[in-house]
């Protein structure tokens, strides 16, 4: 069989030759992905084809990964921010949250203890985003 492979910026395109003329071939464009083959493939062909791409995938390291998208979603970066912040200056956050609306008025210990667990997750969910 043959391995064959081609690419652009967004998109992929793998197809594997059998001996017997049938092809299999997996596809993708951005983040949607397909595979598929001629009329007369049969599932064991598809598995032989899957199996040589992975080989392919690996003797070649894996083209198809950009090693721009290794940080993921750069909103992450935001959210860690935003929940570092609160963590750390509850005070502060509060304030810009509600109390440039108050006229002389503090933050109960209850609201400040609110924001940094509300600081503390959305760090967490800031590192998830990040992945």
Wanted: net charge negative; charged share 20%.
């Amino acid at each position: 069989m043959k391995v064959f492979f081609e690419g652009g910026a967004d998109r992929y395109r793998y197809e594997v030759e059998f001996e017997n003329g049938h092809k299999y071939y997996y596809e993708q464009t951005g983040n949607t992905g397909h595979g598929g083959g001629s009329g007369n493939l049969t599932m064991e062909e598809m598995d032989l084809g899957e199996e040589a791409i992975d080989k392919y995938k690996q003797l070649n390291q894996d083209t198809t990964i950009s090693p721009n998208n290794s940080w993921g979603n750069p909103l992450g970066i935001v959210i860690i921010l935003v929940g570092l912040f609160m963590t750390i200056f509850p005070y502060a956050a509060w304030y810009l949250e509600i109390g440039w609306k108050l006229r002389e008025s503090h933050p109960s210990d209850l609201a400040l203890i609110a924001d940094r667990l509300g600081g503390i997750l959305a760090s967490i969910i800031g590192v998830f985003v990040l992945l």
